[in-house]
């Protein structure tokens, strides 16, 4: 039912002592309630410090959780067709939405129902009639976790040198992106990356300067992807792998060779390489074309050691240079 006192939320509310939070303030709040004037309240009361998304049911609260960002829900309990308990049990039984942390905001407040609330995987349980301050502090204390959560899974992905994907995110996502290919009979290009003679940059000029010149190849080979889907990751010392799903081998070629050039023309000063005196990097690529492959023969570790074959290739044909096949053809070529 309306609630009276989120009616007079614009009034009672002191938009001053908002949380200066830029990064809380693009959080999600989803907020389900079969009473519009609840809605348009709890809007009043949240909408300017997060992105508020109004449901007066839970079947479409459910739908717009599956394809979209949700960061929190707050969730009443009791609505028509589908009441709370059963849209948290639906929620928290599909792995796209099973993340998003629940608050039920109900006026049922017998200790009975709120374990109830709690055993179904919600993470805080608010009683009607609302006090808007207790609400307000739970629910940016619920956002504050969320935010972190995150942030600690982003760090956990990522390499803490250079900043592209670690090793740990890049074989997943090749996993993933191989697996796809499979699925649907695209191809997948992957380009294994080595800096041509470190050990001799590190000789000579040190491993602090090594580590910069680590972040300005890795910075470079970042600037060349094309898509979001495209994954840059440090395969271990100075060496990088790019996964490029949905690439064929004249489109892997294309980032190769512009790849190859950017990273010249940094012009990083390297005495201890024979060949230019400038740092370079050698490329070996291996394409995967699913639909011209039996699946069975092919598995994800033959199509990585094949990029690090043709690396190998392309490291003992003068450097500076990218090697290429194309998986199960056995043909390759150097560029």
Known sequence: ???????????????????????????????????QSNLDAMNALFGYQYEVVLKDNAKDAINYAIQQDVDLILLDV??????????????????????????????ADSPDEEEKGLLLGAVDYVVKPLNLSILRVRVRNHMELVHYRKKLEVLSCV???????NRRQLDTMLLQHYASTIRYGNCLALLMIDIDNFKLYNDTYGHTQGDQCLKQVAETIMSVRRRETDIVGRYGGEEFAVVLPDTDVEGGLVVANKLLKRIRDLNIKHSGNPTS???????????????????????LEEFIHQADKQLYVAKHSGKNCVSQVTVNTEVSQKS
């Not at 309306?2 to 830029?22: F, R, Y």
């Not at 999600?28 to 009473?35: E, F, N, Q, S």
């Not at 059963?86 to 608050?103: D, F, G, Q, R, Y």
């Open 277 to 299: 005196k400038i740092v370079t990097v050698s490329i070996g690529l291996a394409v995967f074309e699913a639909k011209a492959c039996d699946h069975q023969e092919i598995s």
């Open 159 to 165: 390499d803490g040198l250079t900043g592209a994907s």
């Open 78 to 107: 009791d609505m028509p067709e589908m009441n709370g308990y059963e849209a948290c049990t639906v929620l928290k039984s599909n792995v796209m939405t099973a993340h998003i942390p629940i608050i039920f905001v109900t006026a």
């Open 1 to 35: 039912m309306p609630n009276p006192e989120l009616s007079s939320a614009h009034s009672q509310w002191n938009l001053g002592t908002s949380i200066d939070n830029s990064e809380l303030k693009k959080q999600t709040l989803m907020i389900v309630d079969d009473y």
